[in-house]
């Protein structure tokens, strides 16, 4: 995470990542849920480096006030409230931001921690994994491969075959039915 530019979005992320730790913990909490929207700015076009590369006030603009604050500032929604959690649909999730896939529906499962759950990314390359060492422990986030944008943590504990429990907020995703669902 990049240093942030000046305070008040420096106090801003404190307050967003104070609800970080209860990322992938079970609870009950019931808030209004809401889902990433389709975000169609030329500035989502990759650089030469293939990453999209957008300011912090770009994000803002073209993010729900939701997924800005989950895919650029780290937050966690609030668990069995987004409004993917229970979406058997098939089809592929995309990044929130940029629209790369990132998982299929041929991976997700009932986790039953309230978070949209996946076992396997949809392609290795899209995913990238971060040790974070917030609030007192080691977790590994999952970050968008090609923007950056704050997904959700994996974990060792997930199903067979990976045993992987990829745990990610809804709002970090958008949901594209159809398609090819998987890579090989
Ligand atoms: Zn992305």
Known sequence: MKTPQNTPIFLAAILFSAFSWMACQPANSQ???????????????????????????????????????????????????????????????????????????MTKFESGTGWPSFHDTFSKANVSNITDDDHGMTRTEVVCSRCDGHLGHVFDDGPAPTGLRYCINSVSLRFVAGGKLATK
């Open 31 to 105: 808030q209004a849920d809401s889902q990433a929207a389709p975000s169609d700015s030329s500035k989502l076009r990759p650089g030469k480096n293939g990453k999209v590369r957008l300011t912090d006030a770009e994000w803002k603009k073209i993010l729900p006030p939701e997924s800005y604050t989950v895919l650029r500032r780290k937050g966690t929604e609030y668990p069995y409230t987004g409004a993917l959690l229970k979406n058997k649909k098939e089809g592929l999730y995309v990044c929130g931001g940029c629209g790369l896939p990132l998982f299929s529906s």
